[in-house]
Each structure stands twice: as C-alpha cells, then as structure tokens.
C-alpha cells in the first residue's frame, strides 16, 4: 500500500479506503492491537539492553523501540480474534517490561510529561505556580499548551538575575553570595517563594547552567529543581548534556518528571 505522507490525508485515506479494503479480505476476522508505553529518564541503548531477550524473542504481541525527542517508547502490536485475549496478552507483555524498567514509565500512547503533570494536579485539586531562570518561562508555556492546564496553573516568573530572585521570590541574598544562584539552596527558596507569591499549592523552580558558558564555575548541564508541595519541599539535582537549546528543552521536561516522581512517593 502506498500512502500519503501529510496526517490529515493518510487518516483519511485509511478510514475511508484502506481499513474497509483490509476488512473485505479478513475472512479469520483477525485484527491488530497496539500500546504505547512511554518512558522518561533512560536511553534508547539502555532499554532496549534490559528488555534484549524479550524483545527478540516476542513474536505476538510484537515489541519495537522507539527513539523520541528526550524520550523513549515501546509499541506493543498483537495481533488476534479476541479483544478479551488480546487485552490479556498485552497485560502480560507490558508487566514483564515494567519488571525490568518499570521506574521510567511515565505514560501510554499520546500522553506526554506534561499533560500527566496537569493530570496529577487536576486530580489533587493543586494550583501550580513556576520560577523559572534557565529556561524562560518554557514549562508554564508547554504546561498550559494542555487543554484544561487553566484549572491549575496559577502563574509564573522568569527571575533571571539574582535581583529578581531576591525581589520577587524573596530569596535571601546572603544564600546567593554562600551558594550561588544555581544550587540546591537557591531552588528550594525559590520553590517555595513563588507557591508563597501566588498563594498556590506547588511551587516549581529552575535554576541552572544552560550554555555555552559555565555559571558561577558550575560545568554546562547542571541543573537543580525544586517542588514544594503544600507540606514538603524536595530539590533535585540533574546533569544534562546537548547544546543550549538541547538543555533548556530538556530541563522542562525534568521539571514535569521530578513533579511526577513526588507523586509516585505518595502513591
């Protein structure tokens, strides 16, 4: 079969052409089923290293790794006659996958870090406000490219320089002159003041080293986050590499994933 290219008319041409042609030919009434597992925090080499013998040795349902942009995916295909059976099939495979790299799972087929991120705030009924320096206000806008982020996302600032950390988030300038701006201290204050500032129920801080030059003698890739929930504050630390714009991009995702690790804890 031979298709167009451009989405809107392949899933055109598939429904109204190409699925009734296959249903006209499929006398054992056979059908195909597929999942998507998404996984955030592992490379395409790593996971395809830990699930090597069952990715070789699965015929149906099939498993096939798929790089994405900061991400990796695994599709499952099945193909069988019984919904019931396939779903069964389907389950076994993905819990022997969860095994192995369960940790990294973040979602299923069209999910994305942050539409799970305003999925979780949704469901504990949590505003969430951002401070962000390194990447410049990108996670409040990739947050609220989510249908229906408005009913959490209470605002945000970008405070780059160390003025507007201590203006705005009140950040207390002796932490800045002890440890710097990038630092574990410096997100927590600044978590916690911008939840403070906007009466919200999280707080999310960025603060790191973009590139191309190191910051406050911190190497390139360096990055600290900050979640203060309504009752706890955790600072995570991450080291990332790529170019600037590799970095940045990557940072707000690590934002949404260290969000999304707190509620694995309370799970």
Request: aromatic fraction near 6%.
């Amino acid at each position: 079969m031979l298709l167009p290219g451009p989405p809107q008319e392949l899933k055109t041409m598939v429904k109204r052409e190409l699925e009734p042609f296959l249903a006209e030919r499929n006398h054992a009434g056979a059908f195909f089923r597929s999942r998507v597992l998404r996984f955030f925090g592992i490379g395409e080499s790593a996971l395809e290293e830990t699930l090597k013998d069952l990715i070789h040795e699965q015929t149906n349902p099939t498993i096939a790794p798929l790089a994405g942009q900061d991400e990796v995916t695994l599709r499952l295909t099945i193909t069988e006659t019984d919904e019931d059976r396939a779903t069964d099939r389907l389950n076994k495979t993905e819990n022997k996958i969860l095994e192995r790299v369960g940790e990294y799972l973040y979602g299923y087929n069209e999910d994305s870090l942050f539409s799970k991120s305003v999925e979780y705030l949704q469901e504990k009924n949590w505003s969430v406000a951002t401070a962000e320096s390194m990447t410049g206000g990108g996670l409040m806008q990739q947050l609220t490219e989510i249908a229906g982020a408005s009913s959490v996302t209470a605002g945000g600032m970008v405070t780059y320089s160390n003025e507007m950390k201590i203006k705005h988030l009140g950040v207390n300038p002796d932490l800045l002159v002890e440890h710097g701006a990038v630092s574990e201290a410096c997100a927590k204050q600044m978590a916690e003041g911008i939840r403070d500032r906007y009466e919200s129920a999280v707080g999310i801080s960025i603060t790191g080293v973009a590139g191309p030059d190191t910051l406050e003698n911190k190497a390139v890739g360096t990055l600290y986050i900050g979640i203060a929930l309504p009752n706890q504050t955790t600072v995570y630390k991450r080291k990332l590499t790529g170019n600037r714009e590799t970095i940045r991009r990557r940072a707000a995702k690590e934002a949404c994933s260290c969000l999304l690790l707190e509620k694995k804890k309370g799970d």
